[in-house]
């Protein structure tokens, strides 16, 4: 999935195929780190018996955070290498979206070999890669609860663990400014050169072989058989309600042939429509469903334009 990603954003040519086993372990290991910290503000601010799920992220690299933002241009802070927003599900139902800032901090970072290769939760064998996790400021009860209620908890209760990164960057941080400033440069540069590209371009990207193309050839021959009904009601459809659903139906028609793994997920969340919060389950797992099906399709294209004889 990881070497996938890379595809689809154009960068495997500036990442060395040996790397990519330690690029992902450092890249599972953050995710799981920052999780843990997702949990431990959730546990304090929301309580609950059941843990909540992550409803979806974004990645946002290009933006600054306002607290990144004060940190560097107020206090001398470093800026982040990433920035992620994270959303929640809690039991009740409620949503709640988390901001993320990445940093670096050179000065601890590691020689040891092993440190290339962290365990999922070896939550201690990255001190150098630092991750500010708060709830996005998004209405008066999550500012509450940034100002008040974990300060409170950390302080007064002492009933949690949670430790957040400091305002006030340290001597050796302050040394790596005009790095990260290099770094964030770069991103910005990157992203300018490149765009914003739709899931379709980004499909497009990807470097296509003629075994591939005879794959999708065929996948999407085995569509043309499979949903001719949901296409005539398309085609036939009058109301913008009867258009929509015809339109889904054929998504996920579609899914079930060019992403299988996708569609199983979506099936099994529908089939377990009666617990709590399977609405909100359903309409993530057909995001990601519509989002695989827009990227074969734009892959179909490529292929069709590449190796016309495959699909004649």
């Known amino acids: ?32 780190k920052t999780w843990r910290k997702v949990l431990e503000w959730e546990a304090t601010i929301a309580g609950g018996s059941v843990t909540p799920k992550l409803l979806k992220f974004q990645g946002r690299p290009t933006d600054l955070s ?10 001398g802070h470093p800026l982040p290498y990433d920035r992620h927003d994270w959303t929640v599900l809690r039991e009740d139902g409620t949503t709640v979206r988390y901001v993320i800032d990445y940093y670096h901090d050179e000065s601890s970072a590691s020689d040891d070999a092993s440190t290339a290769k962290p365990g999922l939760n070896d939550f201690h064998a990255t001190p150098s890669l630092l991750v500010d996790v708060r ?8 500012a509450w609860n940034r100002v008040f209620t974990m300060p409170y908890a950390r302080h007064i209760e002492k009933k949690t663990d949670f430790v957040p990164l400091p305002m006030q960057p ?40 003629e075994r591939d193309a005879k794959k999708l050839a065929q996948s999407f021959a085995e569509i043309l058989r499979q949903c001719r009904e949901a296409q005539e009601r398309i085609n036939k459809c009058d109301t913008e309600e009867e258009c929509a659903k015809a ?32 609405q909100e389950r359903i309409e993530a797992a057909l995001t990601v469903v519509n989002d695989c099906v827009v990227m074969k399709t734009g892959q179909q294209v490529a292929a069709k334009k590449k190796y016309p004889h495959l699909f004649r």
């Open 1 to 32: 999935m990881f070497y996938n990603a890379l595809a689809r954003k154009g960068k495997l040519e500036e990442t060395d195929e040996a790397d990519i086993d330690s690029v992902v372990a450092l890249h599972n290991n953050m995710n799981e």
């Open 66 to 75: 306002p607290k990144a933002a004060f940190k560097h241009y107020v206090l």
């Open 135 to 142: 709830p996005a400021l998004d209405g008066p009860r999550e």
């Open 170 to 209: 340290s001597p050796d941080m302050k040394s790596q400014v005009k790095d990260s400033v290099q770094v964030w440069e770069s991103i910005q540069a990157a992203a300018a050169s490149k765009g914003t590209r739709s899931p379709e371009e980004e499909a497009v990207a990807i470097e296509i072989d």
């Open 247 to 278: 339109s889904v139906d054929l998504t996920i028609c579609m899914s079930k042939i060019v992403c299988p793994i996708q569609y199983e997920a979506l099936a099994k969340n529908i089939a377990d429509e009666s617990s709590p919060h399977a």
